[in-house]
């Protein structure tokens, strides 16, 4: 399983991050990030575990603590990847503008995702 994005950070900060974003459920199967399209959104996980697919092939499994659909907000991309819930999930949702505005006002959120962004590009 992955490590937390949130264990870079003082409790304070993790906190802050965490309280900047809304709280969701997401039923097991959905997909809430496509693969080819804009990146208005991503999601850390709190609870459950996904499927992240290119072309229809599974390359990563991720659970809590990992956030989803931040590389292409960070690399100002197309999404390169389809995330599918594998169980049902709980996340922390956050639009791009409010990731942007984390990663300026919590230096060490905006160093963890982009270092998370820069290992998913990496693994391709």
Partial sequence: MTESILDALSPAD?????????????????????????????????????????????????????V???????????RSATVVALTPLRVVHFTSERLTELVDQVPAFGDALRAAAAARVDRG
Avoid at 68 to 78: D, H, K, P, Q, W
């Fill in 68 to 78: 989803v659909g931040e590389a292409a907000i960070v690399n100002r991309t197309l």
């Fill in 14 to 66: 993790a906190e802050r991050v965490l309280a900047s974003g809304r709280a969701l459920t997401l039923p097991q199967g959905w997909s809430p990030i496509a693969e080819s399209t804009p990146a208005d959104k991503a999601y850390l996980i709190t609870e459950g575990e996904v499927s992240v697919r290119k072309g229809g092939v599974e390359v990563a499994t991720l659970g809590p603590g990992s």
